[in-house]
């Protein structure tokens, strides 16, 4: 794995902006406590991370994680967490990472547990880990094994001294600011993310790659190192999710309109593709109380 140059580093700090109960609209009972808190990043970093969600549980809970396009860091701040992987629990190391996965995954939230999730933009984690980020598709590594992060521990016991979520936001900016790297841009990737994104993931790859004047098979290569994901599977994401924000808003008059307007001929395929992506048939995911 190479290292990427240093120069350009981002420097100004601006205000931590808290978006609550952003995530309230993925709880199916309104007036169920919402742990979620979602955080801008500061000036510094907002070209490089989505957001910030800080998850406070009271009591435990299990949520439904699905696949998403971005790839996330976890800072346990207290408590334990588990992973229900395939019927196997596996506590989460205190600080570690995520690639894209290709389904949902189970996480228990135990009580009295905090966790702070760095959520990327596309393409904006080879900032700061090196190497393809496709190695880390569909795993979950702890932080200190990837290189320039073998120290990363040494953060965790000023995580334990923070006083509010303002404070370990900045300590875990600090944190990732000290290993930016910035990383050489590609162009033609990101115009293939905004064309999938721009189609709502209802694009054929082989169209895709004619339109950018490039054959497939190294489009998918770049794509694959740049984003952690083939350009197939990020689409893939993109439409599921438009499909299930638009069933939860119930912007079309049923589901049959809304899987045709999502690019699918028929619902056995669609059915297939949802259980594959949730784990769950679209009437038990629906019912379910947590997801996001």
């Known amino acids: 794995m190479g290292h990427f140059p240093i120069s350009n580093r981002p420097h100004s700090r601006g205000p931590l902006v808290a978006r609550d109960n952003a995530l309230r609209p993925w709880l199916r009972n309104d007036s169920e406590y919402n742990p979620f808190k979602i955080f801008s990043p500061s000036v510094r970093l907002s070209a490089y991370i989505n957001r910030y969600i800080i998850i406070d549980c009271e009591d435990s809970r299990v949520n439904r994680i699905l696949p998403d396009t971005a790839i996330v860091m976890s800072f346990r701040l207290k408590g334990i967490v588990l992973s229900l992987d395939n019927e196997i629990t596996d506590t989460l190391p205190r600080l570690a990472i995520s690639g894209i996965r290709k389904s949902d995954r189970l996480i228990n939230y135990q009580k009295g547990s905090s966790n702070l999730l760095v959520v990327f933009s596309p393409m904006s984690a080879s900032a700061f880990v090196t190497g393809p980020l496709n190695e880390l598709f569909e795993i979950t590594a702890p932080l200190d094994a990837l290189k320039g992060f073998r120290n990363a521990s040494e953060l965790e016991d000023k995580l334990d001294n923070a006083n509010d979520n303002n404070s370990v936001i900045e300590l875990v900016e600090d944190f990732l600011l000290s290993r930016f790297r910035l990383p050489k841009a590609d162009a033609l990737i990101a115009k293939a993310i905004n064309k999938i994104s721009h189609a709502h993931g209802n694009i054929r790859i082989k169209n895709l790659a004619e339109d950018l004047c490039i054959s497939q098979d190294p489009l998918e290569k770049r794509f694959r190192r740049i984003t952690g994901v083939s350009p197939k599977q990020f689409a893939h994401i993109s ?37 594959n992506f949730t784990g769950q048939t679209p009437g038990q995911f629906f019912e379910a109380s947590v997801y996001w």
Do not use: C, W
């Open 239 to 275: 439409r599921m999710k438009m499909v299930i924000n638009d069933i939860r808003s119930s912007k079309y008059q049923d589901l049959s309109e809304t899987v045709f307007n999502a690019g699918y001929f028929d619902l056995p395929h669609f059915h297939k593709d949802f259980k």
